[in-house]
C-alpha cells in the first residue's frame, strides 16, 4: 500500500468505528434509562453525557476484569457498579440496590 493511500476493507479505521457506534450507543441508550427519572428536571444532553461516562467507567474497568479470576474477578465486577451507583443513594438505590 503506498503512503497516504486510504484503507478499503473491513480493517479500515471508518469500517471498525462503524462496527463499535452501533453497540456503543446500544449500552448509552441502556445506561440513560434509570437515569431518565433523577432529576426530573435534566436536560437531555445532561443524561446523555452521564450515560456515556458511566459507559466509559465500566469500558475502562474490563482490563481488570479480564486480568483476574474468580472471586478477585466478581469484585473488580462489582466495584465500577459501586462506584456509579453510590452517588446515587438513597433515591434511586430503593430500585437498583447494589449487587444487582
Excluded at 37 to 66: Q, W
Aim: aromatic share 4%; proline share 14%.
Amino acid at each position: 500500500m503506498s503512503p497516504g493511500a486510504p484503507w478499503t476493507g473491513p480493517d479500515a479505521p471508518g469500517a471498525m468505528a462503524q462496527e463499535h457506534d452501533a453497540p456503543h450507543a446500544a449500552l448509552v441508550d441502556r445506561a440513560e434509562a434509570p437515569l431518565t427519572p433523577f432529576p426530573p428536571d435534566a436536560r437531555t444532553e445532561e443524561i446523555t453525557r452521564t450515560s456515556r461516562t458511566c459507559v466509559g467507567i465500566h469500558k475502562g474497568g474490563l482490563g481488570l476484569i479480564l486480568a483476574h479470576e474468580d472471586a478477585e474477578r466478581e469484585a473488580h465486577v462489582q466495584e465500577p457498579r459501586n462506584a456509579l451507583f453510590r452517588p446515587l443513594d438513597p433515591p434511586l438505590m430503593d430500585s437498583y440496590p447494589l449487587g444487582v
